[in-house]
């Protein structure tokens, strides 16, 4: 499973943009890019997934260079909801069987 | 169900007693997964059940540590003897057998006194 390297915590202002990098120089071929979010007390939500290039859906931006060995999660204009940790994991493909190993996480505060 | 439900929401136990842990996925839901989270902490990979597959168990952190799932369907971890570190949150998730996200429930808590 390709290890993960994101930042223990970032603090940004309601309206900003928020930009949280993830690093995964040994991903495979195979494996896909996830984010996750959880809210205190609340289990983790699946944000977005992606392969390559950007993937875009209603809660964030996911941009993954070429060489696919970083990835960044984009949110928008973020409001005070958006504070929680957000999890970057690698998942691989393999005809059913993906089992998600978490990390720390990226610990969000977002200030009024 | 539209979501997976745990039960119980909050268990307080005195060591030594065992404890069970109920999950119910969303329907038609073929991998189960539970993990624990101590307070602050990353998410801890437990268990996973995928169909008929023989379950993966490596990081149940020790033979305390049991779970099964009957019919496909509703899991139950069971710790016995339970001792003071077992006290986190316990959550549960499944997934169709694809790439789309995990549904976590919102854990059972478990506090050992």
């Known amino acids: 499973l390709a290890k993960t390297t994101q930042p223990i915590s970032m603090d940004s202002y309601e309206g900003q943009e928020v930009n949280i990098t993830c690093s995964h120089n040994?991903?495979?071929?195979?494996?896909?890019i996830t984010w996750y979010q959880q809210f205190p007390s609340q289990g983790p939500r699946f944000i977005i997934q992606?392969?390559?290039t950007k993937v875009t859906n209603e809660v964030a931006s996911l941009f993954i260079p070429a060489d696919r060995k970083s990835s960044t999660l984009s949110l928008p204009r973020v409001s005070l909801s958006d504070t929680a940790v957000y999890y970057c994991l690698v998942l691989m493909f393999s005809g059913g069987y993906n089992k998600l190993i978490f990390g720390a996480g990226t610990r969000l505060a977002v200030h009024p | 169900g539209a979501g997976v439900s745990q039960s119980p929401s909050n268990k307080v136990t005195e060591k030594g007693k065992d404890v069970e842990l109920r999950c119910d996925p969303i329907s038609g839901h073929t991998a189960l997964y539970w993990y624990r989270q101590s307070l602050g902490q990353g998410l801890e990979f437990l268990i996973y059940?995928?169909?008929?597959?023989?379950?993966?168990k490596s990081g149940l952190p020790s033979d305390r540590f049991s779970a099964e799932r009957t019919g496909g369907s509703v899991s139950t971890l069971t710790i016995q003897r339970t001792q003071q570190e077992d006290s986190a949150v316990y959550l549960c998730a499944s997934s169709l057998a694809d790439l789309r996200g995990y549904t976590f429930g919102s854990g059972t808590r478990l506090t050992v006194v």
């Open positions: 040994n991903i495979a071929t195979n494996d896909y």
């Open positions: 059940f995928q169909g008929n597959s023989a379950p993966d």
């Open positions: 992606g392969y390559k």
